[in-house]
T-cell receptor, first 114, second 110 residues
């Protein structure tokens, strides 16, 4: 199993550009989520999904869209990038949302918005 | 609201014990976790403790939970340079979402 994969590893955008961060898992996990990591702030939940066709907002959803058309994929879209979205983005997946299900994290995408 | 707090830095000498502390606010959390992040990598689950336990030991790792004070700690015995990383404490809220602390950067000096 490849686990959780994310592409790209690095990306530089100009303010106002759009892009999609890709996330895929091959463990047949129902629960997937996106976090952003900023210095001194830990990880904050952006959006999550409890299964194909179902998504919901996390703590910091503004400026981001998600969709979940398949169990495997959970892309994160930035419609109009802003410098405040400069961050490291992590995708995670688990069998379910309840606490005893370990969340597996991808290696991250480092995004810089100029 | 829910909040998880950690100190940002800890420096120890190789062979010493490291203790990383964490406080949380959501008393309904059923699981509390410790994650490790090595440079340039994602987070990896180190260990977790169920809320009805007060201690869990796993090889060099000991987790202590004080529910009354909402305090969680991770002790690493015989700390090695390979243990240098950022350690995150996290709790799960009632919706199953993880709330992370800021992370403690552990530096192990030879």
């Amino acid at each position: 199993n490849a686990g959780v994969t994310q592409t790209p590893k690095f990306q530089v955008l100009k303010t106002g550009q759009s892009m999609t961060l890709q996330c895929a898992q091959d463990m047949n996990h129902e629960y997937m989520s996106w976090y952003r990591q900023d210095p001194g702030m830990g990880l904050r939940l952006i959006h999550y999904s409890v299964g194909a066709g179902i998504t919901d907002q996390g703590e910091v959803p503004n400026g981001y869209n998600v969709s979940r058309s398949t169990t495997e994929d959970f892309p994160l879209r930035l419609l109009s990038a802003a410098p405040s979205q400069t961050s490291v983005y992590f995708c995670a997946s688990s069998y379910g949302a309840s606490g005893r299900n370990e969340q597996f994290f991808g290696p991250g995408t480092r995004l810089t918005v100029l | 609201g829910e909040d998880v707090e950690q100190s940002l830095f800890l420096s120890v000498r190789e062979g010493d014990s490291s203790v990383i502390n964490c406080t949380y606010t959501d008393s309904s959390s059923t699981y509390l976790y410790w994650y490790k992040q090595e440079p340039g990598a994602g987070l990896q689950l180190l260990t977790y403790i169920f809320s009805n336990m007060d201690m869990k030991q796993d090889q060099r790792l000991t987790v202590l939970l004080n529910k009354k004070d909402k305090h969680l700690s991770l002790r690493i015995a015989d700390t090695q340079t390979g243990d240098s990383a950022i350690y995150f404490c996290a709790e799960n809220n009632q919706g199953g979402k993880l709330i992370f602390g800021q992370g403690t950067e552990l530096s192990v000096k030879p």
